[in-house]
């Protein structure tokens, strides 16, 4: 069963024209475009921030053992 936000979405855009429909429909698109940008960035940042800690630990493991 629907949720109510779900139900209440439905109805509203059953009650919009096509121009509306179409402006929300773009802009739930861009929503998704930005979400998937932001989720990229923030996995780009983990990888590199873990590949430059992991590099630092590297270095001074080969000066420790020198």
Known sequence: MAGA?????????????PS????FI???????RTNRAIATRALLHKVFTTAKSNL???????????
């Open 20 to 23: 509306e429909r179409s402006r």
């Open 5 to 17: 936000n779900e139900t209440d979405l439905r109805t509203a855009y059953d009650r919009m024209t």
């Open 26 to 32: 773009e802009q739930r698109q861009d929503a998704a």
């Open 56 to 66: 630092g630990r590297q270095r001074l493991r080969r000066a420790a053992l020198g």
